[in-house]
């Protein structure tokens, strides 16, 4: 039987899914008061512009998802792993919770930093704007700069927001266990998967730490990406028939010759 996978990307997707909604709902509004003669129609172009590149950054991200999947789809079915397990019900179910405790609330502070950051932007613009005047035109403009912006980013937000959200509820309320596979350099857990090269990319260190549950944390080194980290962190719940076998590969995870990443 075939893994089930689902994208990495599942929750920009949805995100970026909801804001090119938004953006041709814009572009129908403008383009109706266009037609009525209540606005210019390089503001229904402007939309159109704003449309395109959110159709096509959603048509990227899912893309590199559902390439990420093949790629982890082929190394599950392979014979590269050296350690692999599936959580059992129970096991799936505590660590659900847990994430889901942790990430149902992230929504109201990424709503709210939207709707704060373009209200500030907007009283700024307002601000600006007003100086010519001075007086309380400085006072006003100011006044409407903040309240555009801050239905902007209350609107934009709700959106980012309200996808993150969703992405999670959905991750949340999967019936299916998730999945781990340890390989030379190459990991999947859980929708998750990375395979490094040895040369730019590959694992740094590996450490089981004791616990309830214990846990595998891996050091990753990503390939060099435009204002990125290339170290990352992946710490992996391990059901008890697992760890001694873990414990035993952990030296060929993360090869003593790997390179140090430059400072």
């Known amino acids: 039987m075939k893994p089930h996978l689902h994208n990495p990307h599942e929750r920009a997707i949805v995100t970026v899914a909801g804001l090119a909604g938004l953006s041709l709902l814009v572009v129908l509004a403008a383009w109706g008061l266009s037609t009525a003669g209540l606005v210019a129609q390089a503001l229904v172009w402007i939309g159109v512009v704003f449309f395109a ?28 792993p050296l350690v692999r397990w599936t959580y059992t ?31 500030a932007a907007g009283l700024l613009t307002g601000v600006m704007i007003g100086l010519d005047e001075g007086g309380l035109a400085v006072v006003a403009s100011g006044a409407v700069g903040l309240a555009l912006g801050g239905l902007a980013g209350a609107v934009i937000g709700g959106f980012v927001a309200g996808g993150n959200y969703l992405g999670a509820r959905r991750a949340y309320r999967r019936a299916e266990p998730g999945m781990v596979a340890l390989g030379v350099d190459e990991v999947y857990a859980s929708d998750d998967y990375f395979r490094g090269d040895g040369d730019d990319s590959y694992i740094r260190a590996a450490v089981v730490r004791p616990g309830r549950p214990a846990t595998l944390e891996l050091q990753l080194i990503q390939p060099p990406r435009p204002r990125m980290p290339r170290e990352e962190t992946w710490v992996i719940p391990l059901p008890e028939p697992v760890i001694g076998k873990v414990e035993a590969i952990l030296p060929i995870l993360a090869r003593a010759e790997a390179p140090q990443p430059d400072d």
């Open 89 to 119: 019900a129970g096991e799936w179910r505590q660590l659900k919770e847990t994430l889901w405790a942790e990430e149902k609330g992230d929504w109201k502070l990424q709503w709210g930093c939207l709707a704060l950051l373009l209200g």
């Open 53 to 80: 590149l959110l159709t096509l950054t959603l048509i990227a991200v899912w893309m590199l998802g559902a390439r990420q999947v093949g790629r982890a789809r082929a190394f599950l079915e392979g014979e590269r």
